[in-house]
């Protein structure tokens, strides 16, 4: 079983930038896809990017490419979210998860078996 942490949030400007990181501890990263989906209240869980573990392909939710950035770094055993150019609407809690497949990353949340607590993430206009 892997745990996820999550660690970056903050407030910040809109135009601002963050990066967000996803530490894995208890077994490496090794053949886990990674998603960062966000969640605001009263809302289901939104995806919004993910990298896949065999070639690093790279997935983006409409609503952020251009402005987001999704690498990992496997030695490390840590996933980045890099958020460039945030708006209000980016304002959420950002969560990390892992889904313990080879190839490709799934878009969908509920394929995702393992979870992060969370980091909240405020964009002030």
């Known amino acids: 079983q892997v745990q996820l942490v999550e660690s970056g949030g903050g407030l910040v400007q809109a135009g601002g930038s963050l990066r967000l990181s996803c530490a894995a501890s208890?077994?490496?990263?090794?053949?886990?896809?990674v998603g960062w989906f966000r969640q605001v209240p009263g809302k289901e869980g939104e995806f919004v990017a993910a990298?896949?573990?065999?070639?690093?392909?790279?997935y983006y939710a409409d609503s952020v490419k251009g402005r987001f950035t999704i690498s990992r770094d496997n030695a490390k055993n840590t996933v980045y979210l890099q958020m460039n150019s945030l708006k209000p609407e980016d304002t959420a809690v950002y969560y990390c998860?892992?889904?313990?497949?080879?190839?490709?990353?799934?878009?969908?949340?509920?394929?995702?078996?393992?979870w992060g607590q969370g980091t909240r993430v405020t964009v002030s206009s």
């Open positions: 998860a892992a889904d313990p497949r080879e190839y490709g990353a799934s878009t969908n949340l509920y394929e995702y078996d393992y």
């Open positions: 208890g077994r490496t990263f090794s053949s886990y896809a």
């Open positions: 990298i896949s573990w065999s070639d690093g392909t790279t």
